[in-house]
């Protein structure tokens, strides 16, 4: 009989320890799993604050580049109004052609000065 006690003594032991070693596993998988998501929210949030910081970045260059755009419009229209180099040059010839001062004397000059 002792015998057959201490067989059953051995065996709930046994079931209980095997019982603390599923429990301790569990805690443990829980533990992991609590981790596992609180990475996943704060991976999400990071992921969400970096999206809206391209969004805004994009935002900001889509502007940058509209007033760019408008900005070249304009000047490309404002351009053509503007004489070009060659322009200039035969304008600066026909002045040294025309020259109003060479014609006229000095003393003339002296007598304008002096009204």
Do not use: H
């Not at 057959?4 to 443990?28: F, H, L, T």
């Amino acid at each position: 009989m002792a015998n057959e006690e201490y067989d059953a003594q051995a065996y709930y032991g046994d079931i209980n320890s095997k019982m603390r070693d599923m429990e301790e596993k569990q805690r443990i998988i829980k533990d992991r799993l609590l981790l596992i998501g609180q990475n996943l929210i704060e991976t999400k949030e990071k992921t969400s604050e970096e999206m809206l910081n391209l969004k805004r970045d994009v935002e900001i260059m889509k502007n940058t580049l509209e007033r760019i755009k408008s900005f070249l419009e304009s000047f490309s229209s404002e351009l053509s109004k503007f004489a070009r180099k060659d322009d200039l040059e035969i304008l600066a010839k026909q002045a040294k052609m025309f020259q109003p001062l060479e014609f006229v004397k000095k003393s003339d000059l002296e007598k304008l000065k002096k009204k």
